[in-house]
């Protein structure tokens, strides 16, 4: 196992999108563990005086190309044995906060109430590393719980570029606010290497991130990536230590959960050797679905299940 540190620049970051044809800016082995700095935001998010904002953003605002509206994502990295059929483990090791701030927006005809937002508005949020927490307008001190919105491999090659911001069957802008340090995603592999990328830093997120951002910011992530050649998965899923974790992307809710359920009963008959019918049981007595986010697109439902269930 090797450790390896890729940092945030305009040579190791795309902003706004996916694209399986993006060469990867570093290659390790199945097992590696890589540490990976993010930034976020345009340049009119940014803060007044007395706040650090790291150089490589305002590089980023000058040099770099933005083909389509999205997220600034570090990567992609390629893992050795990663294929088409094959997943990718993403064990989330550590999420470190970069910067002592973070932003909210809202705008007109934008999130899960487009049409009752009379001005765009754009919020600077101080953050305490210390005491993790961030001080609200309003005085509010919300405590911190930092995650990536966006993590993703590349998605098939026939899609071409496409958009950070809606999540798919690549993973991407999934927005699950309970990826946060010590959890697992997994995801299934499109394109020879993988191509993991992340970003879209978040301090703080409500399920839904109803107004369109969380506490947007500048993180770091340590994360070890393994290749599974024994897993087949058509779409994202996920466990944290007490919980498995299963995903639907779709514009319409009842879709997600339709495939957040699907999965979670075929992820119950493969742990416990349960029947259709029993498996459908458990999910109607313990399992519980939650609304990921309503902003980006394609909306997101998630299932998680306490794995002591399944022992």
Known sequence: ??????????????????????????????????????????????????????????????????????????????????????????????????????????????????????????????????????????????????FFGVMGVAPPAAWGLIPSIQPRRHGGNIDNKELVSGTTLYLPVWTEGGLFSCGDGHGAQGDGEVCVTAIETALQGTFRLTVHEDMTLSYPQAETPSHWITMGMDPDLDRCVEMALTDMIALIRTKAGLSWADAYTLCSLAGDLRVTQTVNGNKGVHMMLEKTLLA
């Open 1 to 146: 196992m090797t450790d390896h540190h890729l940092p945030a620049s305009v040579e190791t970051c795309a902003w706004g999108y996916f694209d399986a044809a993006r060469a990867p800016v570093l290659t390790i082995a199945s097992g590696d563990r890589v540490t990976m700095d993010t930034v976020s935001g345009a340049p009119e998010v940014l803060p007044g005086d007395g706040f650090h904002v790291p150089p490589e953003l305002l590089d980023i605002h000058a040099r770099a190309a933005r083909p389509v509206p999205g997220h600034i994502l570090t990567g992609p990295v390629a893992v050795e044995g990663a294929r088409p059929g094959t997943v990718l483990e993403v064990a989330i090791e550590d999420v470190r906060l970069r910067q002592d701030w973070g932003y909210n927006s809202m705008r007109p005809l934008a999130g899960t109430l487009p049409e009752a937002v009379p001005e765009a508005r754009t919020i600077t949020i101080p953050l305490d590393g210390e005491r993790m927490t961030g001080r609200l307008p309003w005085g509010l001190d919300l405590p911190l719980r930092p």
